[in-house]
């Protein structure tokens, strides 16, 4: 099990608390307005830290440290991108994602490395997607005998410049598109992954494990 930071306790941010809480990981859930808690139901058992998000106290107060992933979901975009920045750049958070409620931003935000969801296609499901990976399990697509989904991969950043093929080549995946700015892209021979891309692959419902071990640290250097 995990440790989960959020920051917002709105309707998103509640339902993210739940559903981690329910799955057994750790929570810890900030907002400035202690009122917000009270739309956590009386049996959740995660920590309700009253605080601003981007505060290096109140984060810590969160166990930002221990934290598998943290979501940024309040209602402002400047709040959200600069506490993701500080989980993932201070204190080195794997995995981040930040709620965004104008679209025009987020190629900067996906220039500076931060997977963000623009309100407008909103739903806690995608940042699940971002900061839990077994929750991709599902996948986008399953085939009929049920043996392969097309679903994210979550890459280490060490990753980034390295060719699609070389991803293939050590994890059963066939990468079947990119992310890259919001927009969806086809990957061409030679394509190389940049900071920011979501991969999305093809891969044996049997293999999530290994596929997660096999990218989620960065690759080994080659032998002379």
Same mark, same amino acid.
């Given at each position: 099990?995990?440790?989960?930071?959020?920051?917002?306790?709105?309707?998103?941010?509640?339902?993210?608390?739940?559903?981690?809480?329910?799955?057994?990981?750790?929570?810890?859930?900030?907002?400035?307005?202690?009122?917000?808690?009270?739309?956590?139901?009386?049996?959740?058992?995660?920590?309700?830290?009253?605080?601003?998000?981007?505060?290096?106290?109140?984060? /810590?107060?969160?166990?930002?440290?221990?934290?598998?992933?943290?979501?940024?979901?309040?209602?402002?975009?400047?709040?959200?991108?600069?506490?993701?920045?500080?989980?993932?750049?201070?204190?080195?958070?794997?995995?981040?994602?930040?709620?965004?409620?104008?679209?025009?931003?987020?190629?900067?935000?996906?220039?500076?490395?931060?997977?963000?969801?623009?309100?407008?296609?909103?739903?806690?499901?995608?940042?699940?997607?971002?900061?839990?990976?077994?929750?991709?399990?599902?996948?986008?697509?399953? /085939?009929?005998?049920?043996?392969?989904?097309?679903?994210?991969?979550?890459?280490?950043?060490?990753?980034?410049?390295?060719?699609? /093929?070389?991803?293939?080549?050590?994890?059963?995946?066939?990468?079947?598109?990119?992310?890259?700015?919001? /927009?969806?892209?086809?990957?061409?021979?030679?394509?190389?992954?940049?900071?920011?891309?979501?991969?999305?692959?093809?891969?044996?419902?049997?293999?999530?494990?290994?596929?997660?071990?096999?990218?989620?640290?960065?690759?080994?250097?080659?032998?002379?």
């Amino acid at each position: 099990m995990a440790h989960f930071v959020i920051m917002g306790c709105g309707r998103v941010g509640v339902t993210l608390a739940h559903t981690l809480d329910d799955a057994g990981h750790t929570v810890a859930i900030i907002d400035q307005d202690e009122r917000a808690f009270r739309r956590l139901r009386r049996n959740f058992s995660g920590s309700k830290i009253h605080g601003v998000g981007f505060d290096r106290e109140t984060l /810590e107060r969160a166990e930002i440290s221990n934290a598998y992933a943290f979501a940024a979901v309040s209602s402002g975009d400047n709040s959200n991108i600069l506490a993701t920045r500080v989980a993932r750049e201070t204190y080195h958070v794997p995995h981040v994602v930040a709620r965004i409620y104008d679209p025009g931003r987020a190629e900067i935000y996906q220039r500076l490395g931060i997977p963000t969801v623009a309100a407008v296609r909103w739903s806690s499901d995608q940042v699940l997607r971002r900061i839990l990976p077994e929750h991709t399990l599902n996948g986008d697509f399953r /085939e009929a005998s049920g043996r392969l989904i097309l679903g994210e991969v979550n890459v280490h950043e060490g990753w980034y410049g390295h060719m699609l /093929e070389d991803l293939e080549a050590v994890a059963p995946i066939r990468v079947a598109y990119l992310s890259r700015f919001g /927009e969806g892209m086809l990957p061409a021979p030679g394509t190389r992954l940049q900071q920011g891309d979501i991969v999305h692959a093809m891969m044996p419902i049997y293999a999530t494990g290994e596929i997660e071990r096999a990218l989620s640290s960065a690759p080994q250097p080659v032998a002379e």
